[in-house]
């Protein structure tokens, strides 16, 4: 008995410093509340906290970028770090760059196969397991990374993504988010629909099936190889992410009219867990954990923003920034409303997610309508 009480102290002193921990370093997630003053954790939340145990765990992290690559690579160094440092030390995740441990591409299966913890990736990667996984990394014309990220949490997203991921045993939570990209380079000028017929263009996922469908020829390249085919006419077109990454890749030369973006408003990386391993951390580590892919999920956003606002005044003069004919955008409506369907037909996990998100996003637009959106309008 004596013992339990004083182990309980010490798990509650414990909590009070990681309390001050997390106000201290301004983590406004939902851990940081729920130790916060003002809530009391029911009593089977409060016994799973003092059976934390804490001992020094250290995970393999595998990711799909090169080694500290711009923004989503030093994302996840500075997630390791912070896991480290509010842990005090007891909780070291090592960061894998891509193709050390396992292809970048194989991070998921090795994740599943507990060959390693987990993996830093795009959820879109993994439509060939299952088509639902590419509602959750990001849908043409869909919505903004606020608003997914809202649909995740508050809509039944995360629900259904963990439900669907549970099948390979896996745990999945937001692992940063792009903001708005680009709809891509093109080497000539889009002036109606029927310029896109035959065009070969580099682009993944469902904006790619919207794409097949106005006459695109679309293609999968790995990202080393996407600025020869521009310079060598293999492909007429390539998207990427915006100013701040596509500027590193020297597109502008190779394909100066830069399109304004419709098919990924707001894309999502995954920080993704064994869900064995997931399970077996302390309800401490994994507090953490969740806290610091939200802290993360932000500073991603931010850091987006800010560098592509930069970026887009450094570009060249030569590009053209452009929009879409509107004749090409109700176009690519109509074919996403196809490629909806033919996937809801085909998967019942697609409609199922497909739902929720529409259910949320058709609460979410009358709110958005009235607010950011007439905001926008009226300050610009
Ligand atoms: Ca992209």
């Not at 809530?39 to 090169?66: D, G, N, Y």
């Not at 923003?305 to 450094?314: G, H, I, M, P, T």
Request: aromatic content about 10%.
């Amino acid at each position: 008995m004596l013992l339990s009480i004083l182990l309980s102290l010490e798990a509650i002193e414990g909590i009070e410093m990681r309390r001050r921990e997390f106000l201290s370093s301004a983590v406004v997630g939902a851990s940081a509340v729920a130790l916060g003053g003002c809530h009391r954790a029911p009593k089977e939340e409060q016994q799973q906290v003092t059976q934390s145990k804490s001992k020094k765990v250290t995970l393999k992290l595998a990711t799909s970028w090169p080694a500290h690559f711009p923004i989503m690579g030093t994302g996840v160094d500075q997630f390791a770090k912070r896991c480290f440092e509010l842990s005090g030390g007891s909780l070291e995740i090592k960061v894998y760059a891509k193709n050390i441990l396992v292809p970048a591409l194989q991070v998921f299966d090795a994740t599943s196969a507990a060959q390693i913890d987990a993996f830093h990736s795009g959820v879109y990667y993994w439509k060939g397991k299952n088509a639902a996984f590419s509602i959750f990394g990001g849908m043409p014309l869909g919505l903004t990374s606020e608003e997914m990220i809202t649909w995740m949490k508050f809509g039944g997203g995360y629900e259904l993504w963990r439900e669907l991921y549970g099948k390979f045993n896996l745990y999945p939570l937001i692992g940063g988010t792009t903001g708005p990209q680009m709809g891509g380079w093109f080497k000539k000028e889009i002036t109606q629909l029927s310029d896109l017929k035959g065009l070969k263009m580099r682009i993944p996922g469902l904006g790619g099936e919207v794409m097949k469908r106005l006459g695109v020829n679309p293609v999968l390249l790995p990202a080393g190889e996407i600025y020869t085919s521009l310079e060598r006419g293999t492909i007429d077109a390539t998207e990427w992410v915006g100013p701040a990454l596509d500027s590193m890749m020297g597109f502008a030369k190779a394909a100066p009219y830069y399109y304004t973006g419709w098919h990924e408003p707001g894309s999502i990386l995954e920080i993704t867990f064994n869900k064995t391993r997931w399970e077996k951390l302390s309800s401490e580590h994994r507090a953490i954990i969740t806290a610091v892919s939200e802290e993360m999920t932000g500073t991603m956003l931010q850091e987006f923003r800010y560098k592509n606002a930069q970026a887009l005044q450094a570009l060249p003069k030569y590009v053209k920034i452009k929009q879409f004919p509107k004749a090409v955008m109700d176009a690519a409506k109509e074919a996403l409303d196809e490629v909806l369907h033919d996937e809801s037909q085909k998967s019942e996990d697609f409609r199922r997610v497909l739902e929720s998100y529409q259910a949320f996003s058709t609460l979410n637009r009358p709110w958005d309508d009235i607010s950011t959106k007439n905001f926008l309008e009226i300050r610009s």
